[in-house]
């Protein structure tokens, strides 16, 4: 069956840095796009990342563009999400996600989600940004 593993997050400094690792399993990880997600307290699932099953196409959300980097590595069945400048508000609980096809779709922050936009996802990693 399909199993996605989330590992890496934790408590950071405001500035700090952080790197996620998905860990994915039970399907052929080249063939699909990748998203990561997050969920912060009170509110939705907001997506964050995507990119493309050969890692030729990427894409963030405008909060995060610049300091997030997402990227895979297909022999190994992981995607990554490195975040740097890390802020207060970047705290949440960090979910990655198995698309449906080969590439992703961008969500804006304020979409709501019914669980039917993905096939799979994770059981989350917490990050917390915090003094």
């Known amino acids: 069956q399909v199993q996605l593993v989330e590992s890496g997050g934790g408590l950071a400094q405001p500035g700090g840095s952080l790197k996620l690792s998905c860990a994915a399993s039970?399907?052929?990880?080249?063939?699909?796009?990748m998203s990561w997600a997050r969920q912060a307290p009170g509110k939705g699932l907001e997506w964050v990342a995507g990119?493309?099953?050969?890692?030729?196409?990427?894409y963030y959300t405008d909060s995060v563009r610049g300091r997030f980097t997402i990227s895979r590595d297909n022999a190994k069945n992981t995607v990554y999400l490195q975040m740097n400048s890390l802020q207060p508000e970047d705290t949440a609980l960090y979910y990655c996600?198995?698309?449906?096809?080969?590439?992703?779709?961008?969500?804006?922050?304020?979409?709501?989600?019914?669980?039917?936009?993905?096939?799979?996802r994770g059981q989350g990693t917490q990050v917390t940004v915090s003094s």
């Open positions: 996600l198995k698309e449906k096809t080969n590439s992703f779709t961008y969500y804006s922050p304020d979409y709501p989600y019914t669980g039917g936009e993905y096939e799979y």
């Open positions: 990119i493309y099953h050969d890692g030729s196409d990427l």
């Open positions: 039970g399907f052929t990880f080249s063939n699909y796009g």
